[in-house]
T-cell receptor
Framework: DGGITQSPKYLFRKEGQNVTLSCEQN?????MYWYRQDPGQGLRLIYYSQIVNDFQKGDIAEGYSVSREKKESFPLTVTSAQKNPTAFYLCASSIGLTRRAKNIQYFGAGTRLSVL | GENVEQHPSTLSVQEGDSAVIKCTYSDSASNYFPWYKQELGKRPQLIIDIRSNVGEKKDQRIAVTLNKTAKHFSLHITETQPEDSAVYFC????????????FGQGTRLTINP
């Protein structure tokens, strides 16, 4: 364990509130990802970033926003536009496709978000 | 886009028996297929992966087979043990490590002592 740290472990959101989930990695990985996990639906990609100051939408980006100002950090904001935010959120990182190594994705321990 | 279907959603086997989980994918351009194991309350961890230029890969009690023509791949666990109990996810992507992994729905495997 270690290498990718997500915080907080549990988070509660009130109606109309934006909340930000933290993801930090000390693996010197170029690529970072955010997934949403719902029961019976596997993991779905929200956003991903291949390099600092660049990111792309995944399959379910609506209602979410991200930033990648530092290599180590990829925070996810769940906005009030996301009407069903209750889920388990997983952050992952990988070395990146431009590096000469197997580009395996390693996951953090997750943040469980609930709506009050 | 890519779609990955995984079956069964739950699987219960006796300790020592074998378990097989199957996945199908839709995009013939996909060429990298990892399997992740997620124990209760823990993060997903890669247990084995296979590229499209290989038909089978084995690591101790775990093996993965790939049929590119039929667009399906399977995870085989032999001599199952209680610590194999977990949720298993298959995934597919168009490049190794995948900037865009598409996951199956998951299989909850229970090993009965």
């Amino acid at each position: 364990d270690g290498g990718i740290t997500q915080s907080p472990k549990y988070l509660f959101r009130k109606e109309g509130q934006n909340v930000t989930l933290s993801c930090e990695q000390n693996l010197n990985h170029d690529a970072m990802y955010w997934y949403r996990q719902d029961p019976g639906q596997g993991l779905r990609l929200i956003y991903y970033s291949q390099i600092v100051n660049d990111f792309q939408k995944g399959d379910i980006a609506e209602g979410y926003s991200v930033s990648r100002e530092k290599k180590e950090s990829f925070p996810l904001t769940v906005t009030s536009a996301q009407k069903n935010p209750t889920a388990f959120y997983l952050c992952a990182s990988s070395i990146g496709l431009t590096r000469r190594a197997k580009n395996i994705q390693y996951f953090g321990a997750g943040t469980r978000l609930s709506v009050l | 886009g890519e779609n990955v279907e995984q079956h069964p959603s739950t699987l219960s086997v006796q300790e020592g028996d074998s378990a097989v989980i199957k996945c199908t994918y839709s995009d013939s351009a996909s060429n990298y297929f990892p399997w992740y194991k997620q124990e209760l309350g823990k993060r997903p961890q890669l247990i084995i992966d296979i590229r499209s230029n290989v038909g089978e890969k084995k690591d101790q009690r775990i093996a993965v087979t790939l049929n590119k023509t039929a667009k399906h791949f399977s995870l085989h666990i032999t001599e199952t043990q209680p610590e194999d109990s977990a949720v298993y996810f298959c995934a597919a992507s168009k490049s190794e490590g995948a900037q865009k992994l598409v996951f199956g729905q998951g299989t909850r495997l229970t090993i009965n002592p």
